[in-house]
């Protein structure tokens, strides 16, 4: 490849920032030899709650099973609607359909790439019964409007927070906004535990829920046991799943949310120097409410595609070529085959209008750069530099 070539090693998409605190919290760990979920994990629930301002956290295995066990806490089940956005990841999609619901999808703003309220009350419907607010790429969502419409028409608002643990919204931290919020803690979010997630609540019904849902519907306190057996007895009293996080996952949690401010702020430099460096690029900035404070889990750009003479498909592969690995974020959601073939008119747009046209329209220009704590000064350099080789040789002639 030209990047080797150059004597430079790729840069990747991400990479997880990690030292000799989490090495030595899972090293801990594996002295006490004590793997599944215990105190950590139990401790890494209060710091997450305290530190996002909320009473409730329930750390699970993954982002998915954080917005699946969300939606269901929140009595989401069949042939209930779901409003959500099309640029959001894919799991949110499926974490509706796992419970029977339908996914509806209203259209975007093309400069914030999250949901536009005009387009959610276009979509409202009798068999409405929840808002999923997602916050693209750690950017927040323009949380006001939303949040008071629907509490207006008493929708279950859940905060699609998988990109965005550490962001703010008028002072306030994202995930404390919803009656319930689900976050990712995978290797390329703000904080990792290698695979992993959270869903977090102010509401002790809800709490309940999520602890029953997300440890195999069971039981194992007296109080609340329909049978009476001795100190070794449990009961299961719903369908649940088993999606609790093991020891390892806690420590790292712990470590990691020890480091988040640090993370953050590295973050946040990171992003001021792409929007000083790429502003004279033929690019559309993406841009986020006023009075609030982005976590940039990824730095999301929109090619000016009629200032340049190539599109995406010959721009991405041009990047990777001189050695930056990019993304793109997100095909919108209901362009997945699965939802052709699910044949529902409202996410099947075979031989009718796209449901969402503005999200289709923003989608070819979407470019996803990498931006990581670990990422050097260097790194980043070298990622301008490139991207302003591959689109400024490729700029239209006048």
């Not at 409405?128 to 950017?139: D, M």
């Not at 609790?244 to 401010?261: D, F, H, K, N, T």
């Not at 986020?288 to 599109?311: D, I």
């Not at 919108?332 to 969402?356: E, K």
Request: aromatic residues 8%; glycine residues 8%; contains cysteine.
């Amino acid at each position: 490849m030209v990047a080797e070539r150059r004597g430079r090693a790729r840069i990747p998409f991400s990479r997880p920032y990690l030292g000799p605190e989490e090495e030595e919290a899972v090293r801990e760990v594996l002295r006490e030899g004590r793997l599944e979920s215990g105190s950590r994990v139990r401790a890494f629930e209060e710091r997450l709650a305290s530190w996002l301002g909320v009473k409730y956290a329930v750390v699970v295995a993954s982002g998915a099973a954080a917005l699946h066990a969300a939606l269901y806490a929140v009595g989401i089940s069949r042939g209930d609607e779901v409003i959500l956005s099309p640029l959001a990841p894919p799991e949110v999609g499926s974490a509706i359909l796992y419970l029977g619901a339908k996914p509806v999808f209203a259209d975007i703003n093309p400069a914030t790439l999250t949901l536009d309220l005009e387009e959610v009350k276009r979509n409202l419907t009798p068999q409405t019964r929840a808002l999923i607010v997602t916050h693209y790429a750690g950017l927040p969502a323009d949380l006001e409007p939303l949040t008071a419409f629907a509490a207006e028409n008493e929708l279950a608002l859940i905060e699609d927070a998988t990109c965005a643990l550490g962001a703010t919204y008028k002072g306030r931290p994202v995930g404390s906004f919803g009656q319930v919020a689900a976050f990712s803690f995978s290797p390329d979010s703000t904080l990792t535990t290698g695979t992993g997630g959270a869903v977090v609540t102010d509401d002790p019904e809800i709490y309940r829920w999520l602890r029953l849902f997300t440890s195999l519907g069971i039981v194992r306190s007296l109080a609340d046991w329909v049978r009476k057996e001795g100190p070794w007895h449990f009961e299961v009293q719903e369908v649940g799943f088993d999606y609790r996080p093991g020891e390892i996952q806690g420590a790292l949690g712990l470590a990691q949310l020890g480091r988040l401010e640090e993370m953050l702020t590295r973050r946040r430099e990171l992003a001021a120097r792409y929007l000083e460096a790429l502003s004279s690029l033929p690019l559309h900035p993406v841009s986020y409410p006023p009075n609030s404070q982005p976590a940039w889990t990824f730095f999301p750009v929109r090619l000016n595609l009629e200032a340049l003479r190539a599109g995406r498909e010959e721009i991405y592969p041009a990047l990777w070529v001189e050695g930056v690995e990019v993304g793109v974020h997100y095909l919108p959601l209901y362009l997945h085959p699965l939802y052709g073939w699910i044949g529902d008119p409202n996410v099947c747009t075979l031989g009718q209008g796209p449901p969402c046209p503005k999200a289709e329209a923003v989608y070819p220009e979407l470019l996803s750069l990498p931006l990581y704590p670990a990422m050097t000064d260097e790194e980043q350099g070298e990622v301008i530099a490139a991207l302003s080789r591959v689109l400024l040789s490729r700029l239209k002639v006048s």
